[in-house]
């Protein structure tokens, strides 16, 4: 990504990271491990957004076109699908263990329903907020 383009997409670059923080959050908490080392969490965190970041770009979601039209959510499901797998083999190597498919599963649909949440509120805010 050139600098230009990079500055374009910085509140949905900041967005879609914060949601891959709300996702690793949220997993945590969910097994009452909020408190656990920041290393731990890192696990989750860095190799999910590495994964988003080398996915999305493929699937057009930094294209305008495509971010600011709802109908094209879709994509986002996709580049998960591909995301999660690669970011749970990430994790296993980072923390040296075996992947758990069922792992993967929900990692991917969790993140699919955050990451379609915060693209379609950017998706409308988009279209709404040009019209103005």
């Known amino acids: 990504m050139q600098a230009g ?18 996702v690793t959050l949220v997993g945590f908490a969910s097994h009452e491990a909020l408190g ?3 290393s731990r969490m890192l696990a989750t965190f860095l190799p999910l957004t590495l994964a988003w970041f080398c996915v999305a770009p ?6 305008e076109r495509i971010t ?5 959510l879709w994509r986002v499901a ?10 749970g083999w990430l994790r296993g ?10 792992f993967i599963a929900i990692l991917g ?3 699919i329903l955050a990451m ?3 693209r379609g509120v950017y998706a409308y805010f988009r279209v709404h907020g040009a019209k103005r």
Do not use: C, E, M, Y
């Open 36 to 38: 656990a080392p920041l």
């Open 116 to 118: 379609g949440l915060w």
């Open 58 to 63: 493929w699937l057009g979601l930094f294209d």
């Open 5 to 22: 383009t990079l500055r374009k997409h910085t509140p949905l670059i900041l967005g879609d990271i914060a949601t891959i923080l709300v």
């Open 68 to 72: 600011g039209d709802w109908r094209q």
């Open 93 to 102: 190597i980072w923390l040296r263990s075996l992947v758990i498919p069922l």
């Open 78 to 87: 996709w580049a998960l699908l591909l995301a999660a797998p690669l970011a």
């Open 109 to 111: 649909g969790v993140s």
